[in-house]
């Protein structure tokens, strides 16, 4: 008998933008404090994969809401989109990342508000 991994569904940058711009879900940067300092998504929300996999809970702006999960390339997010639909939290993860969203000309700001980059 083979096993097969529940897969999250993934989206691209221009769909986890559109989705997050609308309100109809949450950003959620799971990146270390160091590189989310360096260059986020406006308006994300950030709790490092690191916290999330010790069962921290989530920051109430993202309480209940539907999630979009991202990191810097894609791989940590798939892995956190995985433990937030085992805990029945609504959870996709942006294909490619910060790195395919800096690419797709989306704005990446520093911890200041200021002009960021992919750390």
């Known amino acids: 008998m083979f096993l097969f991994r529940r897969s999250t569904a993934r989206v691209t940058p221009a769909q986890a933008r559109q989705r997050t711009a609308d309100g109809d879900a949450v950003l959620l940067d799971v990146r270390e404090q160091v590189e989310w300092k360096a260059g986020h998504a406006p308006g994300a929300v950030h709790v490092p994969l690191s916290l999330l996999v010790t069962g921290?809970?989530?920051?109430?702006?993202?309480?209940?809401?539907?999630?979009?999960?991202?990191?810097?390339?894609?791989?940590?997010?798939?892995?956190?989109?995985?433990?937030?639909?085992?805990?029945?939290?609504?959870?996709?993860?942006?294909?490619?990342?910060?790195?395919?969203?800096?690419?797709?000309?989306?704005?990446?700001?520093?911890?200041?508000?200021?002009?960021?980059?992919?750390?």
Do not use: F, Y
Not at 71 to 90: D, I, P
Not at 105 to 110: F, P, S, T
């Open 56 to 119: 921290m809970a989530l920051p109430a702006a993202a309480e209940g809401r539907p999630l979009v999960v991202i990191c810097r390339s894609g791989h940590r997010s798939q892995r956190a989109a995985r433990l937030l639909t085992e805990r029945r939290v609504e959870a996709v993860d942006v294909k490619g990342g910060m790195n395919a969203w800096a690419s797709a000309g989306l704005q990446v700001v520093d911890d200041r508000g200021s002009s960021g980059r992919i750390a």
